[in-house]
């Protein structure tokens, strides 16, 4: 559900930047005089304000929108596989059909997002800590990717 609240305020900033960024850029194609007319009179100081929360809209909507619910499960890491319960299925992960495992870190919420990615082109989010990020290079040292993302 917030997720969608997100998405809302994220296409309501959108619109209005656009919105107000096209009424900016209409005055290219007039004279100079004409130009500082049209920014005086059309443009207030208010017109600014709009500007910039709507751009503000735009960042907290995308950041609510990549919100996500995570549950709590029990991860086992084994040489040979991962494995873990999603929606009370047991998912394991084979060594050979690991394909990718990478980190996000997140500076806005400080969280650790690891990305698991199999050969058939799933994908599993954990969120975990520093340890399990520890353990996992240890373990598949080729397969692990650590970058920074804000």
Do not use: C, W
Not at 96 to 124: A, M
């Amino acid at each position: 559900m917030i997720n969608k609240i997100g998405v809302f305020l994220g296409i309501v900033g959108a619109i209005l930047s656009i919105f107000i960024g096209l009424s900016i850029l209409s005055n290219i194609l007039m004279p100079n005089e004409m130009t500082v007319v049209y920014i005086i009179e059309f443009f207030e100081n208010k017109i600014y304000l709009v500007l910039l929360t709507s751009i503000l809209l735009l960042v907290i909507g995308k950041q609510i929108a990549e919100i996500r619910n995570y549950k709590s499960s029990e991860l086992t890491i084994e040489t040979e596989k991962i494995s873990f319960l999603k929606n009370g299925k047991l998912i394991e992960i084979p060594e050979p059909r690991l394909h990718k495992i990478t980190e996000r870190k997140n500076r806005l919420s400080k969280v650790n997002l690891i990305k698991i990615k199999t050969d058939t082109h799933k994908e599993y989010d954990i969120k975990g800590t520093e340890k399990i990020l520890e353990h996992l290079t240890e373990l598949f040292p080729n397969k692990t990717e650590l970058k920074n993302v804000g």
